[in-house]
């Protein structure tokens, strides 16, 4: 069977030039691992970048317990998880557990984070673990806060969702005291809200570094534009890409341009929702593509860097 390069050698001028198009597509589409700056050449004012790995800052992987956090399962287990990636691009990622995310009982939780050291170490070098706990176990969720940290080498805490189970308020003593051991123990919280939410975080926490995910809610599109002007007015905090908003044309553009390009994270919100339509939208954007190799990944690793040291 002859290569793209081979049969192209044999087609018209007109063909090749086609073929060539093509393929500087799916590259941009995220076909593979790497992405770069320099293909099809980089706009006016923009620096070269060597190929560079998609850094995603919002996984959600399957429990060992089965539970896959999909409406209907089809990535069953952390290896087909990880193969799905490979499918869209997403080479390096930020994960915790679903059952974790589920868990009713400390128990539940402190084993959906063990899956999830297991699983890192399995593809070492690729993922990073991030810790979840539950308010309405303080004493159990600050020792494992401090375990997952100290013994499991964690320094991300979430994504942080409220709603899903025994729900509580954000504004409550014992989340308070969450967060005062994020601080003390330099780790990055990443957190679900609604408008509100957000404000009310914004305001009582500015020692904490904060990532909201989603630049949307599920209310109305004014909404989205409050958060994004809420972030951009507090520099301890970032903003992933996940969830409702992204696919609004002009949403993106607008967060560049009210929060600036550093505080943007690409985040998909894989198990859940697919990485592709996200990398989609960026690798499509009204946006230079220095901008955009800091969203898919240099932001991040800019951000983990601050917590890793």
Not at 21 to 31: C, H, P, R
Not at 112 to 127: L, P, Q, T, W
Not at 196 to 222: C, K, N, W
């Amino acid at each position: 069977m002859k290569s793209v390069t081979d049969h192209a050698s044999t087609t018209s001028p007109a063909r090749r030039q086609f073929m060539r198009q093509g393929l500087v597509l799916a590259a941009g589409l995220g076909f593979g691992n790497t992405l770069s700056a320099t293909s099809g050449g980089s706009p006016a004012g923009t620096a070269a970048h060597e190929p560079m790995t998609v850094f995603d800052s919002h996984l959600h992987c399957p429990g060992d317990d089965g539970d896959s956090g999909q409406w209907y399962p089809v990535t069953k287990t952390f290896d087909d998880f990880v193969a799905y990636l490979d499918r869209t691009g997403v080479g390096r990622g930020v994960v915790n557990s679903v059952r974790a995310l589920n868990a009713k009982t400390p128990a539940g939780f402190i084993a959906g984070n063990r899956d999830v050291a297991r699983h890192i170490e399995k593809y070492k070098g690729r993922f990073l673990g991030a810790c979840q706990v539950h308010p309405a176990f303080p004493q159990e969720s600050a020792r494992e806060l401090e375990d997952c940290r100290k013994q499991l080498g964690f320094v991300w805490v979430g994504e942080i969702c409220n709603y899903i189970v025994n729900p509580y308020e954000y504004t409550s003593k014992n989340f308070a005291l969450l967060v005062e051991q994020i601080v003390k123990l330099n780790m990055v919280l990443h957190v679900h809200t609604e408008l509100d939410e957000m404000q009310y975080l914004i305001r009582t926490f500015p020692q904490a570094t904060i990532v909201f995910a989603h630049f949307g809610d599920s209310h109305e599109e004014e909404n989205i534009f409050k958060r994004i002007d809420a972030v951009a007015a507090a520099k301890n905090c970032y903003l992933d890409t996940s969830g409702y908003g992204h696919d609004r044309m002009g949403v993106l553009e607008y967060a560049v341009k009210s929060i600036g390009p550093d505080r943007i994270l690409f985040g998909s919100d894989f198990t859940v929702n697919d990485p592709s339509t996200v990398l989609a939208r960026i690798h499509c954007a009204f946006l230079t593509e220095e901008q955009k190799l800091k969203i898919l990944s240099e932001n991040l690793q800019a951000l983990l860097k601050k917590f890793t040291v």
